[in-house]
């Protein structure tokens, strides 16, 4: 259809206002939305340059948000794990072999504090960013610990560790002599292990000041030694048995030679005959031994028994001693669910190469993953715990020669042990691991929050429009619509039909 | 007698004077009468014996027939190209906003911020129904499109149909004055406002189809297509159109008529032969070409970019390379490949090194259930330099055997080593050509214990996996309306985390959401010239995303050409009916310059026949 037009009015004028019209319309659209064009259409050639910017921003921003979530839980674990450094250092401080402060109700107050210790410990462990356990590998959703009520004294009829210390407290004491034989036939007294097995003392080469006395090295299997007087040997001269402990510790038991009979003091009396005197070395040596075994092989075998509860790594589970008889037990065995306390509850599969850091990882950039993952069993975690639970459950009650001499043994090794030694992957090589995830976390949030920056430059230069300018531009084709309407208007009223 | 005839001339002139104010009166009452064209008298002399002894009078109208011509061409690329720049942008508005995340391309990277967002917490549950949602968003957007596009083909359908009809009355229409015409021709009357009228039904059948017209020496006006079919000559043709009432993906059209599954316009049955105008291309432009180039093409393009990204995306999660084992026979090497686990679709590629010309060749084997369905057409790959052959699976692996054979000639020892492995062998040491590689890709359908990866989307809610069938009805066609995620996922969340059994996975294991991330970011796809992104012997391959932008900014692209070219005609139409209407459109100040004329003209004869009354009196007088 043609338009109707006033007669004498010329059509291109219609279609110029109507086209300065729409414009007018489409740059007040623009200064109000700020947009360039209402469709990609309108975008021209920087088209395929703003949806890729798009693109572009979109990843950014989910990266962005991957690390806000990362850098969170980073951060809490970061704390977490300083708080345990610090529960380590108070503990260590106040282990104190010379201070042997039994209280009434039979534990001492270095004991409560390390119970103290390791409740703390455990619930670290088990502490949660928004319902996710941290310390469970890639068993999230679960706490990754057992309960310390559950861990030292067992539930419902699996075995705890105070259980599996008692048993392998038994295995390695055997009889009381840290099962080790003491006998003199004739001139010879001989010290032999009683079997072939994991359990109590083991022989290593002693030295020996005795003269006239041939003292062998341990030999055969199970390994024994002796020694053989040919005459008798002088006052003063001793015999320091080595004596090799289950943690892998070692301990000596010194005898010297004398003119009286005092075990207590390691000292055997130089008899009317070699044969007297090697009954009287092996009395000494026996008692000596017995004492160490109560105390140095105690807490020996207690550390060893931690190490054999709570160190489940790669999905290896807890050792106990197979038994019962527990004193004559010749081997260890594995605890099964059924019948022991697994303490730790998370994934516990063969590590990714590396650590268990690789059990977690995000990704934070193209091409850049921080890992963060952490297992409660890992060493760092378990060492610590293992020193807690040993001194928490050392039977200090008796408060006699013996209890002392345990106290100290424990405190002189725990106090060491929580140190960190060499060898041992330590709180702060995990902390360190965790603070370089979080650099890196930091530098690519960093990296994102400039490259955002940049591409909505890019972007609003593409899709947006400059105010200055279309301000101009509408004044300017405000100016041209009032002229054409003047215009037009003269032209619309100069007719002939007005001057007839 | 010449006093009397100067009377009869006088009385004539006052006569012509008369009409002439008649027709001014007219010109200006209808000046913006659409269509309406100025009219003036011309004046010749009524000749008798003794010369001219009075005047007659025709009314014509003012027009220039050279550009009543170029705005008949000029007007039917106008209608086509604004009805082309309409559906133009609103697939480019459908498609994407800039400065808005409302596009498929935005729920795609939104997706990929949803899985990132599991890789990070794979235990959490709202991390987990989160990209669920995220790909139900991009099933539910691609079937939305889909719907719209169909929306849009089933209007173009129905405005096809609207069209026909109006052109069926503007062709009576013109039939009609075209007799009128002759008869009021004939009685001797004016017929300029029937032409007029003749001439704006023309010229809106014009806006429809691209017509020429023709005025007879005799008045009648003939009206045919530029393609040279007569639309109007005696009589006036119809066309027909058997449109349908929804168009969905499946229905193209096509020449054979039980293949088609929209609407065609013929000519005829009146006319013999039937003639389809669309299969004989004879509408090439205005509004009826627009709607159906809206309907066959852009639109078809359209749904088919939704088809193969839909396709690409349940292929990135769902797809398993399936390796080969390499394997010899005295001279003779080659590649096992077990084709058991393979559904109809999936392909068989087998790459080698023809030694004659040193060029590596890519033979593409697509399992088919259907042997109606081959032979395969070499488009059912997007790789346009690659031998496609259908391979029927139905007789089992011997019949395969036997088929593979044939399609890769001599040069090739094809057998079986037993179950449903396939062997291909080179030709030892004749040499003339080296198995590079032989692999295919499987659909994954099972959720767990399968793979890494998981059949995220399926065709249908509840419905089968997406293997690219072939067969009859082929599952790509409308795969974007069908897509839908996998129920087992949507029912079971924990499924995006959990992907093995034995042992259970953890749930804080990010295997799997790591593969899909993986997936979705890395895994490219080919995409071949249906898609319209790319050109006939070339093929694009681009990430799932990729493409989604690429769909984005192509629409854009369209748009803008169709919006231009829209307003470079407009600007043309404009030009050509301004200087038309120059001529033809009714010019006030000249009709009232006219009117002064004839006032004087008017006096003028009056006082001749006064002075001539006063000549015959003195006359009588002497």
Do not use: C
Request: net charge negative; glycine share 10%; charged share 20%.
């Amino acid at each position: 259809m043609n338009i109707n037009r006033p007669i004498g009015y010329p059509s291109s004028v219609i279609s110029q206002l109507t086209g300065m019209r729409r414009d007018m319309e489409d740059l007040s659209r623009q200064l109000g939305t700020g947009l360039k064009a209402t469709s990609y259409g309108g975008l021209g050639a920087g088209r395929s340059l703003a949806i890729s910017f798009r693109s572009k921003l979109e990843t950014t921003q989910t990266y962005q948000q991957s690390i806000d979530v990362v850098a969170l839980r980073l951060k809490s674990t970061t704390q977490t794990l300083t708080h345990m450094q610090s529960v380590v250092d108070e503990t260590r401080k106040s282990f104190d072999p010379n201070r042997f402060d039994l209280l009434a109700d039979g534990v001492t107050g270095q004991q409560k504090t390390a119970v103290s210790a390791m409740v703390e410990f455990l619930g670290l462990l088990d502490s949660e960013v928004a319902g996710r356990y941290s310390f469970g590998g890639r068993e999230t959703n679960e706490a990754p610990v057992e309960s310390y009520e559950h861990i030292m004294n067992g539930d419902a009829g699996r075995a705890g560790f105070r259980q599996i210390l008692d048993e392998r407290r038994q295995a390695d004491l055997g009889t009381g002599t840290g099962r080790l034989t003491v006998g003199a036939a004739g001139p010879v007294a001989t010290i032999a292990e009683d079997g072939t097995h994991p359990f109590g003392f083991k022989l290593q080469p002693a030295q020996s000041t005795l003269s006239n006395a041939t003292v062998t090295a341990p030999s055969g299997s199970p390994p024994s030694m002796s020694v053989t007087f040919s005459a008798q040997p002088k006052a003063g001269e001793s015999l320091t048995v080595t004596l090799d402990m289950p943690d892998g510790t070692r301990t000596t038991v010194k005898v010297v030679a004398g003119d009286t009979q005092d075990p207590a003091k390691g000292l055997f009396q130089i008899g009317a005959t070699p044969d007297d005197t090697a009954a009287n070395l092996v009395a000494t040596l026996s008692d000596r031994i017995g004492f160490a075994a109560e105390t140095e092989l105690t807490a020996a075998s207690a550390v060893a028994a931690s190490g054999n509860f709570f160190d489940t790594r790669n999905g290896q589970p807890p050792q106990r001693v197979a038994g019962p008889p527990f004193a004559s037990a010749t081997a260890m065995t594995a605890g099964t669910t059924t019948d022991t306390v697994f303490w730790y509850k998370g994934e516990n599969t063969a590590m990714p190469t590396g650590s268990p850091r690789g059990d977690v990882q995000a990704m934070v950039d193209t091409n850049v993953s921080v890992s963060y993952g952490m297992r409660a069993n890992e060493e760092a975690f378990t060492w610590n715990i293992r020193q807690f639970a040993v001194m928490a459950t050392a039977d200090l009650s008796a408060g006699d020669a013996a209890a002392k001499g345990l106290h100290q043994s424990l405190a002189i090794k725990l106090k060491g042990n929580l140190a960190s030694p060499e060898g041992k992957q330590s709180l702060t090589a995990v902390h360190m691991e965790i603070a370089l995830a979080q650099t890196a976390t930091e530098q690519a949030k960093e990296r994102h929050t400039q490259s955002a920056g940049t591409l909505k430059g890019y972007l609003s230069d593409l899709e947006g429009v400059d105010d200055n300018e279309v301000s101009v531009q509408l004044l300017a084709l405000q100016t041209n619509m009032q002229a054409t309407y003047q215009a037009s208007s003269m032209l619309f009223k100069m007719s002939l039909t007005n001057f007839l | 007698m010449a006093i009397s005839t100067a009377i009869s001339i006088a009385v004539a002139g006052l006569g012509m004077t008369q009409r002439q104010t008649d027709i001014v009166a007219q010109n200006v009452a209808r000046a913006s009468q659409p269509g309406y064209t100025a009219k003036e008298l011309s004046i010749a002399d009524y000749v008798g014996r003794s010369g001219t002894i009075g005047l007659k009078g025709t009314v014509q109208r003012q027009i220039d027939v050279e550009l009543q011509r170029q705005v008949l061409q000029a007007t039917p690329t106008t209608g086509y190209s604004e009805v082309r720049a309409r559906f133009a942008q609103r697939l480019d508005e459908m498609m994407g906003i800039p400065g808005s995340s409302n596009s498929l391309a935005s729920d795609i990277s939104a997706f990929t911020t949803s899985l990132q967002e599991l890789s990070t917490s794979p235990d959490g549950v709202t991390a987990r129904i989160k990209a669920v949602s995220g790909a139900q968003k991009i099933a539910t957007r691609l079937n939305q499109l889909t719907a719209d596009v169909q929306a849009m083909r089933t209007e173009a359908e129905q405005a096809i149909g609207d069209g026909v009809a109006r052109v069926n009355e503007l062709l009576r229409n013109i039939a009609r004055l075209n007799d009128q015409v002759a008869s009021t021709k004939a009685s001797g009357q004016d017929p300029t406002s029937l032409e007029d009228a003749r001439d704006l039904s023309v010229k809106e059948l014009a806006t429809w189809v691209d017509v020429q017209a023709r005025e007879n020496s005799d008045g009648q006006m003939s009206v045919f297509t530029s393609g040279g079919v007569t639309l109007v000559g005696a009589t006036a043709v119809q066309f027909e159109f058997d449109g349908v009432g929804t168009v969905s993906a499946g229905d193209t059209w096509s020449e054979t008529y039980s293949e088609r599954g929209v609407g065609t316009i013929t000519i005829g049955p009146s006319v013999a032969p039937t003639v389809d105008l669309i299969a004989s291309k004879l509408i090439r432009s205005g509004k009826l070409a627009a709607y159906v180039e809206a309907r066959d093409q852009m639109l078809v393009t359209a749904q088919n970019q939704l088809d193969a990204l839909a396709g690409a995306l349940a292929d990135a999660f769902s797809g398993i390379d399936v390796a080969s084992t390499a394997t010899a026979s005295g001279a003779q090497t080659g590649f096992d490949l077990d084709v058991g686990g393979l559904a109809a679709g999936n392909p068989i590629k087998l790459v080698y090194k023809d030694n004659a010309t040193g060029e590596t060749k890519t033979v593409t084997m697509i399992k088919v259930d259907d042997a109606s369905t081959l032979p395969l057409p070499a488009s059912a790959t997007a790789d346009p330099d690659d031998v496609v052959v259908g391979i029927d699976f139905t007789g089992g692996i011997g019949s395969v055997v036997l088929q593979v054979q044939a399609a890769l000639g001599a040069n090739f020892t094809v057998g079986t080593p037993g179950g449903a492995t396939l062997q291909i062998l080179d030709d030892g040491a004749t040499n003339a050509v080296d198995i590079v590689s032989l692999g295919a890709r499987a659909t994954l359908t099972a959720t767990i214990d399968g793979d890494k990866s998981l059949p995220l989307f399926t065709d249908g809610t509840g419905g089968g996996p997406y293997t690219g069938r072939l067969d009859e009805p082929a599952q790509r066609t409308g795969f974007a309306g069908r897509i839908a995620v996998n129920t087992a996922v949507v029912d079971d969340p924990s499924l995006l985390v959990r992907w093995q059994t034995s042992p259970a996975t953890a749930p804080g294991d990010a295997t799997r959401p790591n593969e899909l991330l993986s997936r979705l970011r890395n895994a490219r796809t080919e995409y071949g010239a249906e898609t319209g992104i790319v050109t006939p012997s070339t093929s694009l391959t681009a990430t799932v995303q990729g493409f989604a932008d690429s769909v984005i900014s192509y629409w854009g692209m369209v748009s803008e050409d169709a919006q231009s070219a829209k307003a470079t005609q407009d600007v043309l139409q404009n030009n050509i009916e301004a200087r038309f209407g120059e001529v033809s459109a009714v010019n006030v100040d000249a009709e009232m310059a006219r009117l002064i004329q004839l006032q004087t003209a008017y006096s003028a004869n009056a006082r001749i026949l006064q002075v001539a009354r006063e000549m015959l009196d003195s006359l009588m007088r002497s």
